[in-house]
C-alpha cells in the first residue's frame, strides 16, 4: 500500500521566509520605498488635478492606462491619474495616506535589516485605521464634491447613519475615538477628587492623570506641581530609591519593558522531493558536484551584534526593589560599585601581538573534489547502494560529502563501509555521519591535501567573537564549514580535554586561555593554574597581579608540587563553601545575581560580601597528579564540578592517558562538554566521549567537541608560543592589583602543629569535642572524657596526652585530676585556631 504524501505546511511567515536573503531585503525594501515616494507624488497631485482628469478616468477606467491620446493633468501621467483616482475615489479617500506609511515603514525596516514584524499585522493595523478614519472624514466633510472618505468612508458612514441615526452615528463616533484614546493613552482615573455632597453620599468626579505609551494602569503616574517641586528639592542621593525617600500618595512604579530579540532561522539549503516511482542510482560521471564555498569569517547580523563594551562595563542594575547599603561618610558608595576602578587604565591586548597566517590561504583543488567524488560513488556502487546527489563543503582541513541515498537504502551499510572508501580514497582519518543530524543526508569526511593553518588572530578578531556576549567567552577554532566556533564556559560548565601526545592538547588550552585575556578584564576572572610537567603554563607566572589566584604562601603562582595541589584544591572547596554563604545571605541563586546585587549597592561589606570574579581552574597532566595522589585529588575536583558551577568556579583538565582508571565514572559525569583530539584506539575514544571517532582524527588540532549528545568536528586555532608570550608581556607591563588573588589558607596535615611534635593528622577525629568538654567541665580527666563521650580508655588516654602537649591541661598529678589551663571555651577556640594558623 503506498503512503500517502505528506505535504509540507507553508511556514506562518512565508514572505520572511523568502526574504531571508540580506540582498533580496535590501532589494524589496528599496521598492516598498520607491512605491511609497511615487504614491505620494500622485496623491498630491490629485488636489489639484481630480477635477480635471476625474471624467475622463471615470469614462476610460482601466483603458485609460493604453490609449495614448488621452491627456491628464496628473504630475505623475496617466498611471499617477487612474493609481490616485483607484485610492481616493474608490478606497478610502485622504485617509490613503496611511498605505504609503505602510510602505515606507515595511520598506526602511527591511534596508535597515531592523527586527521585521510580520506585514501582515501592520497591513491589518493600516487598513483598520484608514476605515476609522475615512468614517470621521466623510461625516464631517458629507457634504464636499471632493472625496474626502472614499468609496469606503461613504459606504460605512451612509450604512451607519441609517442603522443608527445621525445622532446615534454622532455617539458611537465619539465612542469609539474615546476607545481609541483609552487604548493609547491609558489615562489613570482616580475617584478621590472633587467630591459632591448629596443627601445620599459624596459623589466623587473622577480626575484623569495621563502618561502617554504606559503599559499598565497601575505603573503610571504624573506627580502634581507642588510634588514635583518637593521632589526636585529633596537630595540626589535618594531620588531613585525606594525605600530610602519619603513615600508620597503618588502611584509608585515603573512600566515594564519587554526586550523582544528576533531570531533568524538559518535558510535550508535544498529539500529533495520523494518520487513515487523508484529511481535507479546515478552513475559517478552523471552526478555533479556541487560545492559549498564558505567565507573564512562569518558575518553576524546586525539585529544580534552586541556592544563588546557591554562586557567590559560592570552591570548596572536597577536599584528600585531593595534597600542600598551606603556610607554617608563616602560619596563613592552613592554609586553603583564598579569592579574595575582599580585598574581602570587596563588595556585589552591588541590583535597586533598575534602572528598573522592570511597567506595560506583555502585554495579549492576542483580536480581533487571531483575524484574524491567520483571515488566514493564507484565505491558505493561497488556494493550496490545507489545516490542521487552528493555536494562537498570545504572546511580548513577536512571536507564534508554530503550524499543523498537512492530510496530503499539502508544508512547502515553506508556505515559499514567507512574502511573500504578510506581504502580506495587512500587517506586517513575518513569517518562516516549516518545521518546528519537535521538534515537528510549522509556525511563522508575527508581530509584535505592542503591543509590551512587557522591562527587564533583570525578566529579571535572576527566579527563573531567580538560581538559575543558571554559570561566566559572562548573561541575554540573553525568548523568543516569555516565558521569560528565560539562557546560560552560557564555555561558547559566544566571542559575535559584529552588526546595522545603532540596532537594539540597544549595549543588547546593555550587557546582557551588566550581566549579569556581578550575578552575579561582581571576583575572579572581569576585563573588558577596546577601544571604538574611545570614548562607548559610557566609562562603565565607573570600574571600574578593580575589573573593568578593561588594560595598566600605559595612561592610561585602556578602549582607543580603534589602537595601543594592537595592544598589548592581543598582551597578552592573552602573558597565555593565560603561562595555559597554569601548567596544564601544575599538570597541569590547565581554567581551573576549576587554580583547585581553588589554593584547596585545592596549588599554591604560590613556584612562580608565582596564581589565575586569567575575563577577557571586549569589542571595539565591530571594522570599524573591521578597516579601520585589519587583519591585525594578525585574527591575534590569531583565535589567541585558537582557544585562549583553556580557559584562561578569552573575546571579545564587536560591529560594524555584517556583510560579508564584516569578519567573514572564520577570525573565523566561532571564533564558533559569534552574535547577528544587523536588517540591511538576506540577504546579511549569511547573514554572520552562515550562514542568512537576521535581515533580518525588527523591530528595536528582536529578534535571533536561533545557536549551532551552533540558531537561537532572542530579545527583547533593555532596560537604559538612566542604570541602567548607577547600578550602576556603587554598585560604584566601595566599596573595589576595591590594584592594578588589569594584563595583561603588550609591548614597542612603533615605539618607540625606549634611547637610539638604532633601533626593535624595525628589528632583523634573526637579531640575539639574532647577539649571543649575537658574545659567546660574544668575537670581534666581521662575517665571523665571516656563516660561522657564513650570511648574506650586507651583512646581516651591518647586524646588526653595530645592535650597535654598542646598545652590544653597540665602533666598528670597521680590520681588527681589534671589542670586545666584555659577558663573559656572561647579561649580555647581562639587558641586552636591560632596553632592552625601557624600549622
Known amino acids: 500500500m503506498a503512503k500517502k504524501r505528506q505535504t509540507k505546511r507553508a511556514p506562518k511567515n512565508a514572505f520572511l521566509s523568502s526574504i531571508a536573503d540580506e540582498r533580496v531585503r535590501k532589494i524589496v525594501g528599496l521598492l516598498f520605498i520607491f512605491f511609497s515616494l511615487y504614491l505620494s507624488i500622485a496623491f498630491i497631485s490629485y488636489f489639484f488635478t481630480w477635477e480635471t482628469d476625474q471624467d475622463k478616468v471615470l469614462n476610460l477606467s482601466s483603458s485609460i492606462l493604453f490609449d495614448g491620446e488621452v491627456n491628464v493633468e496628473n504630475w505623475l501621467g496617466r498611471l499617477g491619474a487612474y493609481t490616485s483616482h483607484i485610492f481616493f475615489y474608490w478606497g478610502f479617500g485622504i485617509c490613503s495616506f496611511g498605505f504609503i506609511f505602510f510602505l515606507l515603514r515595511s520598506g526602511f525596516d527591511l534596508v535597515t535589516q531592523r527586527p521585521l514584524k510580520p506585514l501582515i499585522n501592520i497591513f491589518l493595523h493600516t487598513v483598520l485605521t484608514m476605515s476609522f478614519l475615512s468614517i470621521i472624514v466623510e461625516f464631517v466633510m458629507q457634504n464636499s464634491k471632493f472625496s474626502w472618505g472614499g468609496l469606503m468612508g461613504s459606504s460605512i458612514c451612509m450604512y451607519l447613519s441609517s442603522f443608527l441615526g445621525q445622532v446615534g452615528l454622532v455617539l458611537f463616533i465619539f465612542l469609539m475615538i474615546a476607545g481609541v484614546f483609552i487604548w493609547i493613552v491609558n489615562p489613570l482615573i482616580q475617584l478621590d477628587g472633587l467630591k459632591m455632597a448629596t443627601p445620599f453620599q459624596n459623589i466623587s468626579i473622577p480626575k484623569f492623570d495621563f502618561n502617554i505609551g504606559s503599559d499598565n494602569a497601575s505603573a503610571t503616574k504624573k506627580l502634581k506641581p507642588k510634588a514635583k517641586r518637593q521632589k526636585q528639592e529633596r537630595k540626589k542621593l535618594f531620588e531613585d530609591l525606594e525605600g530610602s525617600m519619603p513615600k508620597t500618595d503618588e502611584v509608585m512604579g515603573e512600566a515594564s519593558v519587554d526586550e523582544t530579540i528576533e531570531l533568524k532561522l538559518p535558510t535550508s539549503e535544498e529539500t529533495t522531493k520523494t518520487k513515487s516511482k523508484k529511481t535507479k542510482g546515478l552513475q559517478p560521471d552523471q552526478l555533479q558536484l556541487e560545492v559549498s564555498e564558505t567565507n573564512t569569517e562569518i558575518a553576524t547580523d546586525s539585529n544580534q551584534a552586541v556592544n563588546v563594551s557591554d562586557d567590559k562595563k560592570p552591570f548596572v542594575p536597577d536599584m528600585?526593589?531593595?534597600?542600598?547599603?551606603?556610607?554617608?561618610?563616602?560619596?563613592?558608595?552613592?554609586?553603583?560599585?564598579?569592579?574595575?576602578?582599580?585598574?581602570?587604565?587596563?588595556?585589552?591586548?591588541?590583535?597586533?601581538?598575534?602572528?598573522?597566517?592570511?597567506d595560506q590561504k583555502l585554495k579549492i583543488d576542483?580536480?581533487?573534489?571531483?575524484?574524491?567524488?567520483?571515488?566514493?560513488?564507484?565505491?558505493?556502487?561497488?556494493?550496490?547502494?545507489?545516490?542521487?546527489?552528493?555536494?562537498?563543503?570545504?572546511?580548513p582541513t577536512v571536507t564534508l560529502y554530503e550524499i543523498i541515498p537512492a530510496p530503499g537504502v539502508k544508512i547502515s551499510s553506508i556505515k559499514k563501509l567507512e574502511d573500504d572508501i578510506a581504502l580506495s580514497l587512500s587517506a586517513l582519518g575518513i569517518r562516516i555521519i549516518a545521518p546528519i543530524?537535521?538534515?537528510?543526508?549522509?556525511?563522508?569526511?575527508?581530509?584535505?591535501?592542503?591543509?590551512?593553518?587557522?591562527?587564533?588572530?583570525?578566529?579571535?578578531?572576527?566579527?563573531k567573537f567580538a560581538n559575543v556576549k558571554m559570561d566566559l567567552p572562548i573561541v575554540l577554532g573553525k568548523t568543516i564549514s569555516n565558521e569560528v566556533f565560539v562557546a560560552d564556559l560557564a555555561k558547559m560548565p566544566h571542559l575535559l580535554i584529552a588526546g595522545a601526545t603532540g596532537q594539540g592538547k597544549s595549543v588547546g588550552i593555550n587557546t582557551i586561555l588566550m581566549s579569556l585575556l581578550y575578552k575579561k578584564h582581571p576583575s572579572q576572572v581569576k585563573l588558577v593554574m596546577i601544571d604538574p610537567k611545570k614548562v607548559e603554563l610557566f609562562p603565565y607566572s607573570f600574571l600574578d597581579k593580575h589573573f593568578l589566584g593561588f594560595l598566600p604562601d605559595d612561592d610561585e603562582p602556578i602549582v607543580t608540587d603534589t602537595k601543594k595541589v592537595i592544598q589548592t584544591l581543598n582551597s578552592l572547596t573552602i573558597e565555593m563553601d565560603d561562595r555559597y554563604d554569601l548567596l544564601k545571605k544575599a538570597r541569590a541563586r547565581n554567581i551573576k545575581e549576587y554580583n547585581e546585587k553588589f554593584v547596585a549597592r545592596k549588599l554591604s561589606p560590613k556584612d562580608g560580601h565582596r564581589f565575586l570574579p569567575f575563577i577557571v581552574l586549569v589542571i595539565d597532566e591530571f594522570a599524573d597528579l591521578i597516579m601520585t595522589a589519587g583519591k585525594e585529588i578525585e574527591m575534590p575536583i569531583?565535589?567541585?564540578?558537582?557544585?562549583?558551577?553556580?557559584?562561578?568556579?569552573?575546571?579545564?583538565?587536560?591529560t594524555q592517558r584517556p583510560?579508564?582508571?584516569?578519567?573514572?565514572g564520577m570525573i565523566k559525569?561532571?564533564?558533559?562538554?569534552?574535547?577528544?583530539?587523536?588517540?591511538?584506539?576506540?577504546?579511549?575514544?569511547?573514554?572520552i566521549l562515550d562514542t568512537k571517532g576521535a581515533e580518525q582524527l588527523i591530528g595536528k588540532g582536529d578534535m571533536l567537541l561533545s557536549v551532551g549528545s552533540d558531537v561537532v568536528r572542530l579545527q583547533c586555532a593555532f596560537v604559538d608560543t612566542p604570541e602567548v608570550e607577547d600578550v602576556i608581556k603587554h598585560i604584566s607591563e601595566q599596573k595589576g592589583f595591590v594584592e594578588p588573588f589569594h584563595l583561603p589558607e588550609v591548614a597542612d596535615d603533615n605539618a607540625e602543629i606549634g611547637g610539638s611534635n604532633l601533626k593535624w593528622s595525628d589528632l583523634d577525629p573526637m579531640f575539639e569535642e574532647?577539649?571543649?568538654?575537658?574545659?567546660?567541665?574544668?575537670?581534666?580527666?581521662?575517665s571523665s572524657i571516656q563516660r561522657k563521650l564513650q570511648l574506650g580508655y586507651n583512646r581516651a588516654g591518647r586524646i588526653m596526652d595530645q592535650m597535654e602537649c598542646l598545652g590544653i591541661v597540665g602533666e598528670a598529678n597521680g590520681s588527681k585530676p589534671r589542670q586545666v589551663l584555659f577558663t573559656t571555651e572561647l579561649e580555647l577556640m581562639h587558641y586552636i585556631d591560632h596553632l592552625k594558623g601557624k600549622g
Open 770 to 782: 574532647a577539649a571543649r568538654m575537658i574545659v567546660a567541665s574544668q575537670h581534666g580527666s581521662t
Open 659 to 664: 583510560s579508564v582508571k584516569i578519567i573514572t
Open 320 to 358: 528600585d526593589s531593595e534597600k542600598m547599603y551606603v556610607t554617608e561618610d563616602n560619596r563613592d558608595d552613592f554609586e553603583p560599585y564598579d569592579p574595575i576602578k582599580e585598574l581602570s587604565n587596563y588595556k585589552f591586548p591588541d590583535f597586533e601581538l598575534l602572528e598573522d597566517y592570511s
Open 669 to 687: 559525569a561532571n564533564f558533559p562538554a569534552r574535547i577528544a583530539y587523536k588517540v591511538t584506539s576506540q577504546i579511549d575514544s569511547r573514554t
Open 638 to 654: 569531583a565535589r567541585l564540578a558537582q557544585l562549583a558551577r553556580a557559584i562561578g568556579i569552573h575546571l579545564i583538565i587536560a
Open 366 to 395: 576542483r580536480q581533487e573534489l571531483e575524484e574524491n567524488k567520483n571515488q566514493i560513488v564507484k565505491t558505493l556502487l561497488n556494493y550496490k547502494i545507489s545516490i542521487t546527489k552528493i555536494k562537498a563543503t570545504i572546511g
Open 437 to 463: 543530524p537535521g538534515k537528510g543526508t549522509v556525511g563522508i569526511e575527508v581530509p584535505n591535501k592542503n591543509k590551512q593553518i587557522v591562527s587564533f588572530k583570525e578566529v579571535a578578531s572576527s566579527e
